[in-house]
């Protein structure tokens, strides 16, 4: 089921899903939240930040599991999704470097790290999971054609990620990995509730897909109809082919 939101401005939709973070935080014992990297939902995260410094809102008992992360690069490079959530969040809030998960991009055995990482969830559902959207229809790194009975695997990347993702690797698709550790369609589709970010003209043809499509591997976010509790937070441009809204 599909709750769908549409404001002005970035800011008015990262309050709204804050909102729904607070909540979780407000009501479980120990919450699980479901984290995604780039550049949705960075402001998220600063309110969380902001939240934890002004009010006191602890992290000691959260347990986060994140996405996905590049196959191939280290932690400590830059641009992997380790260091992205310590720059942008974990470093700044007081949650243990133990409850946060994110995969492990350079392991020796990446479908060993797979199947590891799956199996860690196991017993920890999540209670909100944050989403982005391609502009192709992928959630997490799921690509096009992706089963939706999938769980966490290996991905290689489309030309039009590898070309959505260059600006944060000097505008260059020479220097982004072409393969990702992902959790699957069937791994996300676990969570309790969504909240997914989508912003801007070129997500419009993937939204109106996710919301009003066909149920298809060809976008793989038009799962998401089959899920009891969506909140979609669009901006008036990734909006702009919805019917009725």
């Known amino acids: 089921m599909f709750r769908i ?126 989403l982005g959207i391609g502009s192709d229809g992928h959630i997490a790194f799921n690509e096009p054609g992706t089963s939706f009975d999938s769980v966490t695997h290996i991905v290689d990347l489309e030309e039009s990620t590898i070309n959505d993702n260059a600006r944060f690797f000097d505008n260059d698709p020479t220097k982004v990995p072409k393969q990702a550790i992902s959790q699957g369609l069937a791994t996300i589709m676990r969570a309790k509730k969504i909240v997914l970010f989508a912003t801007g003209e070129n997500k419009a043809d993937a939204v109106k897909g996710m919301i009003s499509g066909p149920v298809t591997t060809d976008c793989p976010a038009s799962i998401l109809q089959d899920h009891q509790d969506v909140t979609i937070l669009l901006d008036h441009a990734a909006a702009s082919k919805l019917k009725n809204f």
């Not at 934890?52 to 347990?63: A, I």
């Not at 400590?76 to 380790?82: A, F, I, K, L, M």
């Not at 409850?99 to 999540?126: F, I, L, W």
Request: glycine share 6%; net charge negative.
């Open 5 to 130: 939101i549409i404001k002005d401005t970035k800011e008015e939709l990262n309050a709204e899903a804050f909102k729904l973070v607070k909540e979780v935080l407000d009501t479980k014992e120990q919450p699980v939240l479901g984290l995604a990297t780039g550049s949705s939902p960075v402001g998220l995260y600063e309110l969380m930040i902001k939240d934890h410094k002004e009010n006191g809102t602890s992290y000691k008992n959260v347990l986060t599991w994140n996405l996905d992360e590049y196959v191939g690069i280290p932690r400590t490079h830059e641009q992997s999704y380790w260091t992205f959530m310590r720059k942008n969040l974990f470093d700044y809030i007081d949650i243990p470097e133990e409850n946060t998960h994110v995969p492990v991009g350079d392991a020796e055995d990446e479908e060993a790290e797979c199947r590891k990482y799956e199996q860690s969830m196991e017993g920890h559902p999540v209670d909100l999971q944050v």
